[in-house]
């Protein structure tokens, strides 16, 4: 997998696939999202292309709070090449990038950018300032481009839903089981956090 340290990177992909997200802890959810981005941009002979954020935004947006990272980052991107992706793009998180509207980013970042040709996105997931581009607002940007928009389902297990903010509560918890079953792999406690 080739990495590339920011949109403006000049990041030669054609017209790619994209996936974009956080993915700490790279868990089941995130995985059933990257197969998906794998399978599409096969399909249609292009690159599979990850955007994700560091630090995790919510360590800009949030500091001081009790927030921890699953994984660092070099352990998300392992993750992330396993199932493989072709790109990964790591875009430095800010308070000045924060606070682009999700039309802003799709239309400058991923669309002016990266080219994309269809965009993977999990059922929670929201882009743009204060998370204000949901599904159907991202879609109508996407469509305006000819670019199409595809839902990954989300995922339970054992009626819980695999996100990553229940595998840091069940950290929290020291539920190691619980967050090893959610992530898809073992998983150690650091009784330090």
Do not use: W
Request: with cysteine; net charge negative; charged share 20%.
């Amino acid at each position: 997998m080739q990495v590339y340290r920011g949109l403006d990177s000049g990041i030669p992909v054609g017209r790619p696939v994209v996936a974009v997200g956080s993915f700490d802890g790279v868990h089941l959810g995130h995985r059933q999202i990257l197969q998906r981005l794998v399978f599409c941009a096969r399909e249609r002979g292009v690159q599979s292309v990850v955007v994700t954020f560091d630090p995790h935004p919510q360590q800009v947006l949030r500091p001081g709070s009790d927030f921890f990272t699953i994984n660092p980052l070099h352990r998300n991107l392992e993750l992330i090449a396993a199932e493989g992706v072709d790109v990964a793009v790591i875009e430095p998180f800010t308070l000045d990038f924060s606070r682009l509207t999700y039309a802003e980013f799709v239309e400058e970042y991923l669309i002016g950018r990266l080219h994309a040709s269809a965009l993977v996105m999990g059922p929670n997931h929201a882009l743009g300032h204060d998370r204000a581009g949901n599904h159907e607002r991202i879609r109508q940007v996407f469509e305006k481009h000819q670019v199409e928009v595809l839902e990954i389902p989300e995922l339970t297990f054992r009626e819980i839903g695999v996100h990553s903010s229940n595998i840091r509560n069940a950290i929290k918890n020291n539920d190691e089981a619980l967050a090893s079953e959610l992530l898809g792999y073992p998983y150690k406690i650091n009784r330090n956090q």
